[in-house]
């Protein structure tokens, strides 16, 4: 494809990605907020995470479903689902692994927003931690990142660029260099899974 981006494909790449992080995060203080004030801060932080990730994806999906969301053809096919089960248990694995040796290394003394973030993500029941860490949150990550960003340049670019750009914006957005690091390589992982 190898086109140039226009100003409309990147409102159609930055709009979504504001909606996101702007709401996301908003949602997320207002519960915090709350929390804290109303229930003095008893209801572990990643229930307020889960419910803002929520409430995110709802607001996501119609955006979602507007864009040019880039999907293999058939959708689904059932002898290639134990491979894909395969991927995606082996992603997540990998996932769990790098954060477990990032932690583990100075890595983490150096960043101090990493250590606030791996804290945080490790606080909580075992309920919460599923329900923020395994479903919701990556499930709007995945809508938002591999849908709606990969789609929009995947009009534009081959599936090498789009997935390295995908997986760029996606470490970005981390705010944070030691997540940076490995979430840019999952994102690159996920996106040429997808």
Known sequence: MNEKITDSTLYKIVYPLLVYFVLFNLLYSVFNY????????????????????????????????????????????????????????????????????VSHFPLSEVSESFSKANEYLNNGDIIAKILSNVIIVPALEELVFRGIVCGELEKKFDTAPTVVLSALIFGILHFNWVQMIYAFIIGLLLGFVY
């Open 34 to 101: 709350i929390n804290a004030n109303v229930f003095n801060g008893i209801v572990p932080g990643l229930y307020c995470t889960a419910v803002a990730g929520g409430l995110t994806l709802a607001v996501m999906y119609p955006i979602y479903k507007k864009a040019a969301v880039y999907s293999a053809k058939p959708l689904f096919e059932s002898s290639k689902l134990p491979k894909e089960i395969i991927y995606i248990i082996s992603i997540v694995a990998l996932g769990v692994v790098l954060n477990l040796i």
